[in-house]
Structure formats: structure tokens, C-alpha cells
């Protein structure tokens, strides 16, 4: 199976591969998937109190290409959003943006776990109830 | 110069060896006659390349000529060999032995015979991937009829301890069906020295043509039977029905007498890269090699890189070189290679693993740049990965409530 070029170019060419400080109240960390499954998440974002927005995201994968690349894809939409409009990205524009096929689709999922994940950490942090998630369908 | 895709996968397949293309070209043209068409001279020909072909394979593996059946391959021989004897044995017993880490076509053949009221047992191996001797003998049974184990493992490289395993198998009057598809014409495979009652092989691991192998079938000392499992017009001796695939056999013949006549040679310049391969990738922190160090074929090397995951590792390189991973994500089912878990390896390392076949064209420059490559994929990788990070910081994994899928 091929890949695509955006996957390939994720892969070669990561963006916002890092970590942040955790201890930071305005850093919210998410981190998903298991060693066992073969992908591991670790998504993180650093919201701009004033604000809302969020100002930096990083990543780190253990995972196949395709799981670099959505994790490397979300950390770019992330950046600039707000935690609202964060917690509205779909697994499946990440699927259309990256033309990952049908067996790839749960690298999506992943990174559209690990966002939330983030998001509710985020929360927690600052006294906000999590927010509930429908469980993802695909695992 | 390198000349990229760099094949490091010969257990997957191989090239033909242009010396094999050579022999078979004749016979889809001027000679193409029908080996089982008795009355005229293409029919005389095919027979005749048939023959000599028949006894260059006999002679690799130390057989007769009338020993060896030809197949479509190994898979056919598998089948053949192994529900061939339970059908023609049903009287004595149905009872086949077998382990966990055989190749599908021996797996999923046991299988079907289970569903036909036959009883399988599927030993464990050991962690280096090795059948444990006590345990075989230990399973055999008044109504044991055919131990089945493969010679050499195809994930890992590991070769069994035939002769002994022959020796049980005698001792309980019990016959010994072996896959050998990555053993033959790689290190030396004897029917008699070894004790073998069947066997299956195949052309394309062998720099021959895919579409072609045989099955070993003992004539003497015990004559051994099996039932056919395609019916027609009785050829190789009511065996296995079919027109022969003359210039794939033709093909496999000459496959045969160059594995036969290069072998020494070979097996001293590939050893000697893969030896390399394996030391070098083996400096790498937290790599470890799967399946015993020193059974092993000489071509093949199986290491997993912990903390990085097998199919992102092969996507850094797999433009310019191909291996084959025991990772899931190759595969629909999400399951890593269940050779590998019956090591006893964690999935994570399971999922993390590389395998390497080396091969009769592989070249020292390749190694070193494979060396080169995997290292460096591997490290950059590790620079992404939240395991590696934490490993480093100290973090016990068990200690983390993953969310499994």
C-alpha cells in the first residue's frame, strides 16, 4: 500500500514534534492509544489565558506513518484555534485531508482522541467539568 | 554505485537467477510439448527436461528422483503431505503434532483437519524459537500419526533440531512431515542423514520461479502414501493430477543444481554480511535479536527496536529498502506477528521488530547503507516517540493506564 504524499511529507517533515512543560497550568496533555496496539499518542496544547486560543502544540508518536502524520496534522489545525473550536475537529477531515485508507482510519481516531484528551486535561487544570466524549466508533 | 529499491526480503521471495530464466526459456517456445503426451517427440522432450530436472532437485536434498512430486508450491505441498497422510492413515490414528509458529499453510491445514475429526496438538516453542524435544515426545499418543514441524522458521531464521526430532519420531513409529521452504538451498538438507518421511519446497526461495515446488515422499524405509488431493489424469505416480509446469520445473531443476553447486560459497559471504548487519544494528540501545542466536539461517536476521514501531520505521527507508516487519499495522487485522508473540515477546516489541533476508545478490555496500539508514530512522524516530521519552525519564510503562483499543 502507498502511501500519500502529505502522509509522506508529514512523516519526513513533522511539525510541532516536542513536548511542553506539564506542570504549566495552561498546558493540557492527552495521551492515547497503548504500546500494545502499536500507536501511542501524546498531544499537547498551551492555551493563552487571555485569550482562549490556543498558542502552541506539540506531539509525539510511536506509531505507523499514518499515526505521525494525523498527529503531526492536528498539532497545525490546533494552533490559532480556540479550545472550543479544537474539540469540533473530526477524525474524518483528517482522513480527507491526509487520503489515509480504510485501515489507516484509526490513526485519525487516535488523534481526534488525543485532542479532546488534551483539551479535557486542559480543563481540569483550570476547574472546568470534562467533557463528556461519544466513544469513538473506530478502535 | 548503489541502484535502488535495495531487495533485503528473500524470505518473502527471490529474483530468478538468470541462469535459471536461461534453461527455462526453450521450453514455453520450441519445446513445449506436454510431459504426459506419450507418442511423439514434444511429448518425449518435455519428459526428458522433466527427468533431468527431477533428479537436480532429487540430488539437493538427497532423495530419488522417483521420491520427489512436483507441485505448485509449498503451500500445495503442505496440503498435500499433510492431509494426504491423515486421509491415507485414518486406520493407524488422527492424531498430528505440530507447533505454534509453522507457517500458515501448516497452521491452517491442521485446522481443516480438525473440522474433519482429526486431533491436532500445537506444541509451544520455545523462547528462542525452538521446538522443545521433551515436549514433542512427550505428546505423541497411541493414535499419533505425523509429526509436523518446519525446518526453518520463516519470521525468525531459526532452524529445528530435525534430526533429533526425526529420532523421536522414529523411535514411536510415528512419521515426520517437514516444511523446508526456506531451508533448502540455503544450508544443507539431507531426506535420509535428517530422517525425513515428507517434505515440502519451493522454487522461489530458491532463485527459481514462483508456480512450482515439490513434495519429498518416501519410498523406502518406511514407504510412505499419501492420498491425492486433486484428482485427473494421475500424473506424478497418481500423486498429484495435472499437466506439468515443465518450464517452471525445468526452471526449479536448474534452481536446484546452482543452490547445490554454490551453497559452501554462498553461505560464507552472506553469513558473513548478515553477521555484520545483525552487529551493528545490535549497538543500537534497546534493540534486541529474535530467535536463537546460533540455529539460525545464515541469511536471515529478525531484531526489534523497542519504543519505535515497525511500519513507521520500514516507511523511513522502504523507498530505497525493502524488508518485511512483524508489526500490525501491515496488515488488516491489527495483530502483530503471532510467530513473534510465541517467543514470548510483548506485543510492543512485536510490533516493533524488522526482519532482514539477505540474499545471492546482495552486496557489502548495501549492508552498510541498510546499517546506515535503519540507525538513523531509528533515532530519528525515538526523537518523536512519547515511549522512548519516557523510558528515558525513568517512567515504568506498566505503570500507565493505557486506553486500549
Given amino acids: 500500500m502507498a502511501y500519500s504524499e502529505k502522509v509522506i511529507d508529514h512523516y519526513q517533515n513533522p511539525k510541532n514534534v516536542g513536548t511542553l512543560d506539564k506542570s504549566k497550568a495552561n498546558v493540557g496533555t492527552g495521551l492515547v492509544g497503548a504500546p500494545e496496539c502499536g500507536d501511542v499518542m501524546r498531544l499537547q496544547i498551551e492555551v493563552d489565558e487571555a485569550t482562549g486560543v490556543i498558542k502552541d502544540a506539540k506531539f509525539k508518536t510511536f506509531g505507523c506513518g499514518s499515526a505521525i502524520a494525523s498527529s503531526s496534522l492536528a498539532t497545525e489545525w490546533l494552533k490559532g484555534k480556540s479550545v472550543d473550536e479544537a474539540i469540533a475537529i473530526d477524525n474524518m477531515t483528517i482522513v480527507e485531508e491526509l487520503n489515509l485508507p480504510p485501515v489507516k482510519i484509526h490513526c485519525s481516531v487516535l488523534a481526534e482522541d488525543a485532542i479532546k484528551a488534551a483539551v479535557n486535561d486542559y480543563r481540569k487544570k483550570n476547574g472546568l467539568p470534562e467533557l463528556k466524549f461519544e466513544e469513538s466508533v473506530i478502535h | ?405
Fill in chain 2, 1 to 405: 554505485m548503489l541502484n535502488f529499491p535495495i531487495y533485503l526480503d528473500h524470505n518473502a521471495t527471490t529474483p530468478c537467477d538468470p541462469r535459471v530464466v536461461e534453461a527455462m526459456i526453450p521450453y514455453f517456445t520450441n519445446s513445449f510439448g506436454n510431459a504426459a503426451s506419450r507418442n511423439h517427440p514434444f511429448g518425449w522432450q518435455a519428459e526428458e527436461a522433466v527427468d533431468y530436472a527431477r533428479e537436480q532437485v532429487a540430488r539437493l536434498v538427497g532423495a530419488d528422483p522417483k521420491e520427489i512430486i512436483f507441485t505448485s508450491g509449498a503451500t500445495e505441498g503442505d496440503n498435500l503431505g499433510i492431509k494426504g497422510v491423515f486421509e491415507m492413515y485414518a486406520s493407524k490414528g488422527n492424531h498430528i503434532i505440530t507447533c505454534n509458529i509453522e507457517h500458515k499453510a501448516v497452521l491452517d491445514t491442521c485446522k481443516h483437519i480438525e473440522k474433519e475429526g482429526g486431533e491436532v496438538t500445537y506444541l509451544k516453542v520455545k523462547d528462542n524459537g525452538l521446538v522443545d524435544l521433551a515436549e514433542l515426545e512427550a505428546a505423541i499418543k497411541p493414535t499419533t500419526i505425523l509429526i509436523a514441524i518446519m525446518y526453518a522458521n520463516n519470521e525468525i531464521g531459526t532452524i529445528n533440531p530435525i534430526r533429533e526430532i526425526s529420532a523421536i519420531a522414529k523411535k514411536h513409529g510415528v512419521l515426520l512431515f517437514t516444511d523446508a521452504v526456506q531451508a533448502v538451498g540455503k544450508i544443507p538438507v539431507d531426506v535420509n542423514k535428517d530422517g525425513i518421511d515428507l517434505m515440502a519446497f519451493t522454487a522461489h526461495k530458491m532463485y527459481g520461479p514462483k508456480g512450482v515446488g515439490a513434495l519429498y515422499v518416501r519410498r523406502k524405509n518406511p514407504r510412505v502414501k499419501v492420498t491425492a488431493q486433486i484428482d485427473g489424469g494421475g500424473h506424478e505416480r497418481g500423486m498429484r493430477s495435472g499437466t506439468l509446469n515443465v518450464p517452471g520445473i525445468v526452471g526449479f531443476g536448474k534452481a536446484c543444481e546452482i543452490c547445490m553447486n554454490e551453497m559452501e560459497e554462498e553461505t560464507k559471504r552472506v553469513s558473513a554480511l548478515r553477521d555484520k548487519l545483525q552487529n551493528e544494528l545490535l549497538k543500537i540501545e534497546e534493540s534486541y535479536l529474535n530467535g536463537d542466536k546460533d540455529h539460525k539461517l545464515p541469511h536471515v536476521t529478525n531484531i526489534s527496536f523497542k519504543y519505535v514501531e515497525g511500519e513507521g520505521l520500514m516507511m523511513g527507508f522502504n523507498k530505497n529498502i525493502a524488508v518485511s516487519s512483524g508489526s500490525a499495522c501491515t496488515s488488516a487485522s491489527l495483530e502483530p506477528s503471532y510467530v513473534l508473540k510465541a517467543l514470548g515477546l510483548g506485543d510492543d516489541l512485536a510490533h516493533s521488530s524488522l526482519r532482514f533476508g539477505l540474499g545471492r545478490f546482495t552486496t557489502e555496500e548495501q549492508i552498510d547503507y541498510t546499517i546506515e539508514q535503519v540507525t538513523n530512522t531509528v533515532n530519528k524516530l525515538r526523537e518523536m516517540s512519547p515511549l522512548w521519552e519516557m523510558y528515558k525519564e525513568g517512567i515504568d510503562m506498566n505503570s500507565i493506564e493505557w486506553a486500549h483499543h
